[in-house]
């Protein structure tokens, strides 16, 4: 079966738009995770989805930052008002649970100048 | 604060060799310990992994070391091949999963010579 999608796999931007990247998860993975990975850096943790529960946002940098999952499959995450220092690889994962061994999609690289 | 650590931000060897790559931790409540690798342009792909209970895994050609007490662990490629070139991340995560993302280290840059 396919695996984890993103789109779009480059996005250029400036600086105070709003951006929204998406991500479609291996079908029925209950679990969603959105990472980014700026130059030089590690991936680091945004936000999470399980099942039906209440995301995990404890990784938000900022309050311009959100992502919805609906109907439990796709998930989008929004930029507004995008900054340079936004910049990075964001990545989007899927696992069949929490305990899971994620898998992971090719990234979408944001660009803002 | 970084609590998983890479401190190699590049490894060169030479092909037929082995390749350590080494990742040390600072929080004791992780309790599951994974290897990514990633080639440019692609998302990270699942390697090895290994939990807290157990001290060494092996599958194939790769094999992952974990020293509880040390807050250390390393993945061992034996024999190293040019396909192997690419950046390794190491992660944790947290005891019970509770805590569902994993915590990434910043990655080594790998590269075999042939």
């Known amino acids: 079966g396919a695996g984890v999608s993103q789109s779009p796999s480059n996005k250029v931007t400036e600086k105070g738009k709003d951006v929204e990247l998406r991500c479609d998860p291996i079908s029925g993975h209950t679990a969603l995770y959105w990472y980014r990975q700026s130059l030089g850096q590690g991936l680091e943790f945004l936000i999470y989805?399980?099942?039906?529960?209440?995301?995990?946002k404890s990784g938000l940098p900022s309050d311009r930052f959100s992502a919805e999952r609906t109907g439990g499959s796709v998930s989008t995450l929004t930029i507004q008002r995008t900054q340079q220092e936004d910049s990075a690889v964001y990545l989007c994962?899927?696992?069949?649970?929490?305990?899971?061994?994620?898998?992971f999609g090719p990234g979408t690289r944001l660009t803002v100048l | 604060d970084q609590q998983v650590k890479q401190n190699s931000p590049s490894l060169s060897v030479q092909e037929g060799r082995i390749s350590i790559l080494n990742c040390d931790y600072t929080?004791?409540?992780?309790?599951?310990f994974l290897w990514y690798k990633k080639y440019p342009a692609e998302g990270p792909t699942f390697l090895i992994s290994?939990?807290?209970?157990?001290d060494k895994n092996e599958d194939g050609r790769f094999t992952v070391f974990l020293n509880k007490s040390a807050k250390h662990l390393s993945l061992h490629i034996v024999p190293s091949q040019p396909g192997d070139s690419a950046v390794y991340f190491c992660a944790a995560r947290l005891v019970g999963g509770s805590q569902g993302n994993l915590i990434f280290g910043k990655g080594t840059k790998l590269s075999v010579k042939p």
């Open positions: 290994i939990s807290s209970i157990k």
């Open positions: 989805f399980q099942g039906n529960s209440a995301p995990d």
């Open positions: 994962a899927s696992s069949p649970g929490l305990n899971n061994e994620q898998f």
């Open positions: 929080n004791s409540m992780f309790d599951y």
